[in-house]
């Protein structure tokens, strides 16, 4: 508005005042009377109070769980923030669980955050409509000159004389005086309103009236919750940067500047010692857990007014940490870890002694298994623990209870995994041999998670695990060597693999980077499950190839007769596209998967999920332009991603190729009333070239997507490239598009060609050369640009077969009618059928033989007939045999080149 000149802005604010009050006389003069109006007015916002009844219990009742929610994030973040600025450094687990809480809670507290500003922007919206309905009603003549109404904004607590006052401030004298008598004759028009209209007016008035006060009331709770909110917000945003920082420090603690050597324990083994016995005895009080009536130190306050101590109240869902101090806690959670693992061992001997009385019972021999029984109980019992136990307390109600029982149930599921693939896939007699090869790998993980569960300290992992690792070594040096030849080929590599692990993992140690060789070795735990299964799964697919499989090939196979040799082979894709889907699809992509799935699951283990972000969804290769666009994006996930799509178009591809050959042999067959087909006589190539080309282009389009390639660079590339490439690339651009005219129909794969003296058959087209197997067995490669550029003859092209002529010469003299019948009934046993059923000797034209030429020794009898250009070479050696011995047995003589030499001798 204040662009507009004040000329215009004195005329605009005349005509605006001049129609807001005819709009009454307008009603009347158009045949709509005002009455009418303020009746539909009346019934619309009786409905909409009606209904907003029912719209306000719900908005009470959204409004309750949103603040009941809102009181949890304000407790949950001043908890969060005591919890996090309590937690020293050297206390790895404990810093990193605080940290990971703080993280978790501030990404829910945005990604559930209601949206405050847009529901109050809305209610405004709502208040302020209505409020100037109420005005206007007002407003309509005879004027309501008291209204009480205390929700009405500021804005909109004026009366007539207050909008000539307001526009008589803005308008000249002669302005002023067209609006006053504008004003005047609009509110003594004495047909505006009726007496109907008036109670008309005052029912709206009151219905419009408690809208008003409802979205007021709704209003003012939510800007209150918003306030409090946006506190939380700040407070939670605050407590997420130091975590940040915090988060830093320890990755720069853990990776980077390392704990205390093993050396420095060596060094001061007693001072070492009292350091480890102080920290357990900052963490660790068991006597809390002695039942004593007593408070401890951390549920009693001093009164600020007093200075008595007086007890904290105790929640009424109480449970076993309540009441305890931190170090109480810790404790408690020693004790129910052990409790744990005690009960998982009476479930392993429970379930041994069960498998061994039942395998006392005669009947029930033959269905349990005659070894191995440990190995059994260990995958049994920790199957019926997991069902038992494992379910139950990881729901339980206390949060560390229920992180240490997520963690107990990862360890027991992979120890299932590994323990079921050596009983699936191993012998009886190899599977002792096997399964110590990976005992260390599983007690070690064992103990990782039992000392993540129970916070131990710093300290103490430093000083326990080289030890430990170090007799882990030489353990299982010792029995890959002992093994050797005895395991599984597979468990030796797997075995001698996990050795290597266990030395980095030791040097890492003794050096002061535990930390560092415990993700390693849980990393290796989880990596080696997931082998496991890898190795599991493939060996069942062999089995289910050989035992199955198999059989249904063959069976595919002899019921397909149509066609033979490759072309056959391809279409028992039927058969086998579970196997190849399982082999060329699932396998390498759980392999690929399970690099970063590993690498989580170690990471969540010590709570370094932030780690792994970095490392996977954070680009690692990241690039803008001069406009600050992103032209590059690369980063683990993406790579990963990419690679699943690879393996999944490229069984896609070959299903759609199957899937196309068969649909082209069925309509060929059906078309053409066919029972079989030659080999290649239908042309694929094209068809097969489209698919491929849709395929990966859609791979690359997908390439482009994710890595978030901008088209536009590709487009300047393409368009900048073009010119230098194209004259560099003509004849491969040349023979590109020949390709694809050749696979159109001209040639296809098994037709012989004559080109440039020499004979073959076509054994590939490609998109740059036509390869073909001369007669000799040789290869040779003809440019497609120079196929089209010389005369290359198709001989199969047309109908298959060749005019094939074979000459021999009889004497002069001979009865060339006799040399004719002998010929002709000689090669009628040349007259038979290829394997596909079709005459070699082409019926039509038959055998006939003719006068080529007399030579200076004999007569040259030439015998013709069109035979099937593949067959014509074997043909054509054993047509000479026949005719040889037709006119050898009807004594007819077969003259060779002779030469009399006369000498002449002088008297």
Known sequence: MSDIPPMKKKLLTIVS?????????????????????????????????????????????????????????????????????TQEQQMTFDLAYALKKVSSAYHDFNKDRKPYDRIVHELNIEVDRYARLIES???????????????????????????????????????????????KDSLSSPFVLDEEGEVHRDSCIMYASELLKRHVSNRDSMIADSTHYQAAYWRMTEAYDYAQSRYRELEKYVFVDGQEPFMVFLADPKGSWNKIKLALHNQYDFSEL??????????????????????????????????????????????VTVIQLVALIILWVLTFLVIWLLSRIPRMKRILPKNNFPLYSVLFGTILYYLLLGISVSGDTNEYIRLGARHINTFLWLLIVISGSLLLRVSHERIRNCLRLYIPSIIIALIIIVCRITFVPDKLLVFLFPIILAIVVVRQLFFCIRESGRAMPIDSVLGWISLSIYIVSFVFAFLGYTFVALLILIWWYFQLAVLLTIVCVSDLMVRYKERWLDKRVDAMRNSITYVSGTDRESLLFGAT??????????????????????????????????????????????????EGFET???????????????????????????????????????????????????????GNSIISVLIWMSYVIAVVAVLRIPTGSLTLVAGGLSAGIGLALKDILNNFIYGIQLMGGRLRVGDWIECEGVRGRVVAINYQCVVVETEDGTEMSFLNASLFGKNFNNLTRNNSYELTVIKVGVAYGTDIAKVREVLVDGMQKMRTKDHYGREIVEPKHGVYVVVKDMSDSSVDIAVKQYVLVAERIGYVDRAKEVIYESLNNAGITIPFPQCDVHLKHDE
């Open 577 to 626: 596209w579970f196997y190849d889907f399982i082999r060329q699809v699932a396998i390498p992509t759980l392999f690929v998967i399970s690099l970063p799935m590993c690498i989580h699951m170690s990471l969540d283990i010590f709570d370094f999920d932030d780690l792994y972000d970095k490392i996977f969804h954070v680009p690692f290769i990241q690039l803008f332009d001069k």
């Open 137 to 183: 009603l007002r407003r309509l003549p005879p004027i309501m000159t008291e209204i009480e109404i205390e929700i009405l904004p500021d804005s909109l607590l004026y009366h007539v004389d207050s909008l000539d006052q307001q526009y008589s401030e803005l308008a000249s004298s002669l302005e002023k005086e067209v609006i006053r008598i504008a004003v």
């Open 290 to 335: 002695g039942g004593d009536d007593s408070q401890p130190a951390d549920s009693l306050a001093v009164s600020p007014v007093t200075g008595e101590e007086i007890v904290l109240g105790e929640e009424e869902d109480a449970d076993l940490f309540t009441g305890l101090s931190s170090k109480g806690a810790n404790s408690m959670l020693v004790l």
């Open 17 to 85: 005042t001049i129609f807001i009050c005819a709009i009454p006389v307008y009603c009347i003069v158009n045949g709509q009377p005002l009455t009418d109006v303020l009746r539909d007015l009346r019934s619309e916002l009786k409905m909409t109070v009606e209904q907003g009844v029912e719209e306000q219990v719900l908005f009470e009742k959204d409004y309750e769980r949103q603040h009941e929610r809102m009181v949890n994030v304000i407790t949950a973040s001043n908890e969060l923030s005591l919890l996090l600025y």
């Open 632 to 686: 590059l994006r690369i980063s683990g996930r993406s790579i990963i991603g990419l690679l699943c799509l690879f393996f999944f178009l490229r069984y896609l591809n070959r299903a759609i190729h199957a899937i196309w050959q068969y649909v082209r042999y069925a309509a060929f067959m059906r078309k053409h009333n066919r029972t079989s087909i030659r080999n290649n006589e239908i042309n694929l190539s094209l």
